[in-house]
């Protein structure tokens, strides 16, 4: 029997690029020209405002993860906290969820699961860790 070391990947045309997001932050996305709404009347966009149940955040993301024509997620790192679950028990590696710095909050590397997960690749689950509080440090988030 082979092992397979590798996945491969079978995809059709190009893949378009997702954001769930401020509004501030999906405008600038769409000015881009990132936005697209297909013959079915579905958008790559999602807007959340601070009253937005979780719900229908959890719902939007459902939707684009079962897009086949969606290879990356970007999700507001505030509004990832919201749906932390969801993110969390994707595993498939297309779409791929990024998390991205809000306008009310910084970046905060040791929240988004890509970067701890990398982590803990590179260097071990605790150092990994320890390794991204060093450079949070180093770049000035975090006051000592």
């Known amino acids: 029997m082979a092992s397979q070391v590798g996945k491969a990947f ?14 501030a932050t ?5 000015l881009t020209g990132m936005g697209e ?9 999602f807007i959340v405002e601070k009253d937005t ?9 459902e939707k684009m993860l079962d897009r086949e024509d ?4 970007l999700v507001g790192q505030s509004i990832a906290e919201r749906i932390r679950p969801k993110i969390v028990e994707h595993e498939a ?6 998390e991205i710095p809000s306008k009310d909050q910084p970046y905060d590397p040791e929240k988004d699961t890509v970067v701890t997960r990398a ?8 150092t990994g860790m320890q390794k991204l509080k060093e450079i949070k440090e180093a770049k000035g988030v975090v006051k000592k």
């Open 119 to 126: 982590a803990s690749i590179l260097w071990g689950a605790d």
């Open 70 to 73: 969606i290879g990356i997620i």
């Open 93 to 98: 590696v297309i779409p791929t969820i990024l």
């Open 37 to 45: 709404r297909n013959h079915k009347g579905q958008t790559n966009f």
């Open 26 to 30: 999906v405008t600038g996305m769409l």
């Open 10 to 23: 079978r995809i059709k045309g190009t893949l378009l690029m997702a954001v769930i997001a401020d509004a």
């Open 53 to 61: 149940p979780t719900a229908d955040i959890e719902a939007a993301l």
